[in-house]
C-alpha cells in the first residue's frame, strides 16, 4: 500500500495570495493513498526541507508530492531532500502551483481549485513512480581527434596539456590541415606558417599526443566513456621510425610530372613525397597510382637512395583498434568546387584561380617563390579581379550553398591588400553582395584596403568572364553606380564556398551525430552547448560544425577540449535513470525504435524465451544501452507493440495524469 | 492455375525443398477457404485448392511457421508478398526456413458479390480468363468476373511479385487503379457527413477482433489491446469510446507498415469498411511525405519513422483542407 | 454551435521538458495570465505524446488537447519535434476524417523564452475549445442512431 505525503509550499505570498494553501493540503489529503498532508511557508527551506525529512521517517513514506514552484527550478533540491531521508529520489514528484497556477491566475477559488486538481495528478503519478537508481559507467582516459588541421591539433595540444593522453588521426600524410596553405592570416597580416608550425612541432613532440598520419577512422562503436574504435593507417611504403625526412628520394624519383596536392595542381610533384618542408611527421610517403616499382615492378630508385633503408614496398595497410573515452570531430571544410560555375571561365583559363590558389601563387614556399605571376605565360598581372561570395548566399542551393563561407570577405581583403602593397603599379577590383566584417580589428582592415591601399570595392555581381586575346574580359554590374562595367583582367580569383570535407558524412553516420541540411555538424544547443555533438562523448572542433575564420576554430578548439578534459577527469559517469526500457516479452524486434533513436542506444539481441509445453524460442529483441539513452521517448511511440517505455515518465504515469486532469 | 499450385505444392514436398506447405484450403462450403499447412504430397492433392476465393493473405502466418523446424513453402499472391517482404523487414520471419512461390493473381471473388448478382445455391465455381462460371443448384451461370472481385481487388495496386524463390503464371506490374476514390468522396463530406458515416460504421463493430487477428501487421508479440500495462486494455468494450478508440489506435499502429492488403474489411462479420481508415493515412502520407508502399522494398525508411526538415505542420490538416 | 456561456472546458497541455514547459514558467514569471482550464502535463520531448494519451484524454473527458514542443531545429534531442509533427499530423487528420472537430487538437512550437506565446496559445485554444462546447462526437462515435 501507498503511503504518500503532500506537502504545499505557500512559497511567501507567491502561493498563498492566490491560492488557498491549507485548503489544498486539507482536500489532497484526502486522496487514496495519502497518509500525510501539510503546508509551510518556505518548502525550500532549511526548515521545510528538515519537515520533509521528518515526516518521510515518521510516516514511513513510500512517495512525496511537493505542491510548489516549477520542478525546473527544485526539483533537484527535493531529490537531495527526500534521498538523504532515505527515499529514492526519484519517488518525488513536483506540481507546479506557482509558475503553472498561482502567478498566473487572478481569482482565488479557480487558483485554488486548480492547485488541488496538479496535486491529485502528481499524486496519481506518484503512485505508479519506480525506485530509478542512476547507473554508472566508467570512463577511458584517453581522447581521439579526427582531424589535424588547425582545430584537431590545438584541441589535442589542450587535452595532452591537462595530462591526458590523446590521438590525432589525420588522413592526409601530415597534420597541419588547411592552414598550411595559407600565406598569411587577417586582420594582422602574420605568416600563416610562423604560427601554424611551431604547434605542429609541439604536437609531434608532446608525450602525450599519438599522431596518426594518412590514417582513416574505419568503425566506431560504444558510446560515452567507452568507445571502441577502429582506426585504418594506409600504407606509405615508407617506413616512419626510419625515415629520417632528408628528402634525397623525392628529388632523385624518376616520376616527375605528378601534381602536387599541396600546392592545389600548380606545379608537380615526384612518386614519392613529402608535402612541404615543415611537414609532420616528416616522412616521404609513395604514391601508389603514380610509383612505378608499385604498378610495374620496376624501378626502386628511392629504396636505393634511401641510406635509412626506410623504404618498404611490401607495407600493408594496418588496422589499429583503440579505446576512447571522448571522441572530437575536427574534420574541417574544403572549398567548394568550381565546376558549375562555369560563367567564371575557371574551367577554360588557368588565369582564373581560386582564393585558395591564390594564397599559394603569393606564398614564398609556393610554385613560384612568392611572385606573383600569372599561371598561364608566368607574366606580371596589371588587373586582378577579386569576385566574391562564388557559391556563397546561392538561393536554390542547387548550384552553390545558402549560407555565407564567413572568412572570404575578409581573405579577400587580406589578397587585395598584399597585392597593392607588393605590386603598387596593379588595379584590383573586388565585386561583392556585402561586405562582412564582424570582428575584432576586421572592419578597420577593410577600410584600410580600400582607404590606404585604393583597392575597387565594386557593390555587384560578375556576370561572365571571357578568356580573349591573353585577357579575361569581366563582364560586371556595379549596382551602386548603376552601370555595366567591362574589365580586361590579367586574372580572377574566386571567392569560393567553403564546404565541409566530403569524410565528415561517413563519420557523423559512424558517431551517430547529427548533421545539418549542409552536411555540417550539429551541436548540442546552438546558444548554450556550441562544442558538443547531441550524441554524448562527441565533440565538435572547427570548421566542421560551421564556417569559422581561425581565430574562432581555436577558440572552439580550446572549448572542445575543456569538454573533453572534464569529461576525462571523471572516474566513472552518472547516466540519466530515466531512460527507454523495453519489455522483451512484449517486444516484436521490428527495429522501429532503432530508427527513430537519435543516439544509436537501442541495439538487438537473440535471447531465448520460454515457450510453451518446454519450448525455447529465440527471439529477436530490443536492448537500450542507458549509458547512451537520454530519454526522449521517441522510441516509446514508434514502437508498435507498446514494447517500449520510459522510466519516469511512463505510459501508465502520464494516463494516471491525464485522468486526474480529466476526472 | 489450380493444378500447377497443386502440383507445385506437391512435388515441393515430394522433392524434399520444404517439409511442409502453407496453403488454403475449403471448409464448409467450397467458397468457405481458409489456410491451411500440409506436411505430404497426398494431403495437398486431396485437400489443398487455389480457387478465385482464396483471399487470405498467408504472410502472416509464417511469423510462428518459419520458426518451425525445416522449410515451409507459402503461396503467395501479389498483394500478399507485400506483407512478407514487410514483416522480413521487420525482422518477423525467417527468410532462410521459407521458400516462398508467387502466384499471379488475376484477382480474388466475394461470395456476397456473388449473392449480390442474385445467384443462389452456389455449389462450384471455376474461373475462365474474364469470366467466373458458377454452378449453382439452378445450373450454371456465367458471371464477368469483375463484377464478382471482392472489394479490395476492384483496386488492386499491384500484380508485381516481390521476392518469390518461384513464379507460378507471369511476373506483373504495378498498377494504377483509383483505390483513394473513396477516400476522396468522404473528404469531400461535411464534418458531420464524415462523422455521421463513421457513426453509422463504427456502430456495427462487435469487437471480435477479426481484423486484429487477420491483419498481418497486428502482429505483435502482444497487443496493447491486451496488455494491462498499457492503459487502453479491453477485451469487451466497457464504454462506447473504446471500439472507435481501438480502430483509430489500430490504424494509427499499422500506418507506415500497412501494405495495404484489405483483409480487415474482408473479414469483418459487420463489412465494416475499415481499410479507409488504413487507405486514408497511406495516403495523407503519400501527399505529405512523398509516395511510400509499405512492403515493396526492403530498404525505404517508412514514414512514420522518418522526416524531412520541411514536413508541413500539424496545422496543414486542420487549416489547409475543409471539408465544409 | 451555440456558444455557451457556463460551459468552462478541460484542457490537457503536453509540453515538452526544455522548451515549452519552460515557456510555461516564463509566462507564469511574467505573470501572463491564461484559463485555469489549461492544465500541463511534463514530458521530456514532444516525441513522447503518444497519440494514446491525446485519446484517452478525450476518453475521460477532455475537450481539448494541445502539444507544444520545441521548434522544429530546436529540439533538446535533435529530432523529437520531427517525429512528433509526422505523428500528430496523422493523427489529427485521422481525427478530422471520422468528422471530430478538427480544433480540438492542436501543436503549437512555444521556445522557453516564448513566455507570452503561450500564454496567447492558450488563451486562443480555451476559446476555440469554448465556442466548439463540450466534446461530445468522440463519446458518441459508436452509439446506435435513435
Known sequence: MQRIGVFVCWCGSNIAATVDVEKVARVLSQEPGVVYSTDYQYMCSQAGQEMIQEAIREHRLTGVVI????????????????????????????????????????????????????????????????????????????????????????????????????????????????????????????????????????????????????????????????????????????????????????????????????????????????????????????????????????????????????????????????????????????????????????????????????????????????????????????????????????????????????????????????????????????????????????????????????????????????????????????????????????????????????????????????????????????????????????????????????????????????KVIGLLVKDSLTCNPCTAQPDELMCNGCSSCEKVCPYGAITYADKPFRGPNRTTRIRRVAQVNPAVCQGCGACTVACPSGAMDLLGFSNKQIMAEVDAICR | MQRSVIETAASLLETGVCTRVLGWKTGEFFYDVTPAVFTSAEEVRKDMVFTPFCGANLSKYLIAESRKEGKIAVFLKPCDTFSFVQLQKEHRICRENVYAVGVQCPGMSDPDALKALGLKGLTGCVQEGDTLRVDTLYGEKAVPLADALSLRCRGCK????????????????????????????????????????????????????????????????????????????????????????????????????????????????????????????????NTLYGVYQAGADFETKPPMLAFTLEDPEASIITQGRNGQ | MQVNETFTPTIVAFCCNWCSYAGADLSGTNRLQYPANVKIIRIPCSCRLNPMFILRAFQRGADGVILCGCHPGDCHYTTGNYYARRRMTLLFSLLDFLGIERERTRVEWVSAAEGAKFAATMNDFTETITRLGPNRRLEDLRCKEV
Open chain 1, 67 to 562: 505542491c510548489s514552484c516549477s520542478p525546473r527550478m527544485h526539483e533537484a533540491t527535493f531529490r537531495k531532500t527526500v534521498e538523504k531521508a532515505g527515499l529514492n529520489p526519484y519517488l518525488l514528484e513536483i506540481a507546479n502551483i506557482r509558475e503553472h497556477c498561482s502567478w498566473i491566475h487572478k481569482d482565488k477559488l479557480t487558483a485554488t481549485e486548480k492547485a488541488v486538481i496538479l496535486g491529485r495528478a502528481a499524486i496519481a503519478k506518484v503512485q505508479l513512480n519506480a525506485p530509478l537508481t542512476a547507473g554508472k559507467s566508467p570512463v577511458t582516459k584517453r581522447a581521439l581527434v579526427i582531424g589535424g588541421g588547425i582545430a584537431g591539433i590545438q584541441t589535442a595540444l589542450d587535452i595532452a596539456e591537462a595530462g591526458f593522453p590523446v590521438d590525432i588521426v589525420e588522413k592526409k600524410p601530415t597534420i597541419g590541415g588547411k592552414m598550411t596553405q595559407i600565406d598569411k592570416t587577417f586582420p594582422t597580416l602574420d605568416c600563416a606558417a610562423c604560427i601554424l608550425t611551431p604547434k605542429m612541432v609541439d604536437a609531434a613532440q608532446n608525450e602525450n599526443i599519438d599522431i596518426l598520419s594518412y590514417a582513416q577512422v574505419e568503425k566506431i562503436q560504444g558510446f560515452v566513456g567507452n568507445f571502441t574504435v577502429t582506426i585504418r593507417k594506409k600504407a606509405r611504403y615508407v617506413d616512419e621510425n626510419k625515415c629520417t625526412g632528408c628528402g634525397l628520394c623525392t628529388e632523385k624519383c624518376p616520376q616527375k610530372k605528378i601534381p602536387n596536392e599541396f600546392n592545389l595542381g600548380l606545379d608537380n610533384r615526384r612518386a614519392i613525397y613529402i608535402p612541404f618542408a615543415q611537414a609532420v611527421p616528416k616522412v616521404a610517403t609513395i604514391d601508389p597510382n603514380h610509383c612505378a616499382m608499385l604498378q610495374k615492378g620496376k624501378c626502386g630508385v628511392c629504396a636505393k637512395v634511401c641510406t635509412a633503408g626506410a623504404i618498404d614496398y611490401k607495407q600493408q595497410d594496418q588496422l589499429i583498434t583503440r579505446e576512447y573515452g571522448a571522441i572530437v570531430a575536427a574534420t574541417g571544410f574544403e572549398p567548394i568546387s568550381m565546376d558549375k560555375f562555369d560563367e567564371f571561365a575557371y574551367s577554360q583559363s588557368p588565369d582564373v584561380v581560386t582564393s585558395l590558389e591564390f594564397e599559394r601563387l603569393m606564398n614564398a614556399a609556393g610554385p613560384t617563390g612568392g611572385t606573383l605571376l600569372r599561371p598561364s605565360d608566368g607574366t606580371h598581372p596589371h588587373t586582378l579581379v577579386f569576385v566574391q561570395c562564388v557559391g556563397s548566399r546561392c538561393d536554390g542551393g542547387e548550384k552553390g550553398k545558402s549560407y555565407c563561407s564567413k572568412i572570404c570577405c575578409m581573405y579577400t581583403a587580406k589578397h587585395a591588400m598584399l597585392t597593392r602593397e607588393k605590386y603598387p603599379d596593379t588595379e584590383v577590383y573586388v565585386f561583392y553582395i556585402d561586405v562582412r566584417t564582424p570582428g575584432k580589428s576586421f572592419d578597420e582592415f577593410y577600410r584600410r584596403a580600400v582607404e590606404e591601399y585604393g583597392v575597387h570595392y565594386i557593390k555587384g555581381m560578375v556576370g561572365k568572364v571571357t578568356p580573349q586575346d591573353g585577357k579575361l574580359k569581366v563582364q560586371a554590374s556595379d549596382l551602386l553606380g548603376g552601370r555595366q562595367l567591362h574589365i580586361d583582367a590579367d586574372m580572377v580569383i574566386l571567392a569560393a564556398a567553403i564546404e565541409p570535407d566530403k569524410s565528415a558524412r561517413p563519420l557523423a553516420t559512424m558517431l551517430t551525430a547529427s548533421m545539418d541540411t549542409n552536411d555540417f555538424f550539429t551541436e548540442a544547443h546552438p546558444k548554450l552547448r556550441p562544442v558538443e555533438s547531441p550524441t554524448a562523448g562527441v565533440f565538435l572542433s572547427g570548421a566542421c560544425q560551421g564556417p569559422k575564420d581561425i581565430p574562432e576554430t581555436v577558440a572552439q578548439a580550446s572549448a572542445a577540449a575543456a
Open chain 2, 158 to 285: 499491384s500484380k508485381r511479385l516481390h521476392d518469390c524463390d518461384a513464379i507460378i503464371g507471369t511476373q506483373g506490374k504495378d498498377l494504377q487503379t483509383s483505390r483513394f476514390a473513396q477516400v476522396e468522396a468522404l473528404e469531400a463530406m461535411t464534418a458531420e457527413e464524415r462523422f455521421a458515416f463513421w457513426r453509422k460504421e463504427l456502430s456495427k463493430c462487435i469487437r471480435c477482433n477479426a481484423c486484429r487477428n487477420v491483419c498481418p501487421a497486428c502482429s505483435c508479440e502482444t497487443c496493447v489491446f491486451d496488455n494491462p500495462d498499457s492503459g487502453v486494455q479491453n477485451k469487451a468494450a466497457a464504454s462506447s469510446f473504446e471500439e472507435n478508440l481501438f480502430h483509430i489506435i489500430r490504424a494509427f499502429h499499422v500506418a507506415g507498415r500497412c501494405t495495404d492488403c484489405g483483409e480487415c474489411t474482408r473479414v469483418c462479420p459487420q463489412h465494416i469498411p475499415l481499410h479507409l481508415l488504413n487507405r486514408k493515412l497511406i495516403k495523407d502520407m
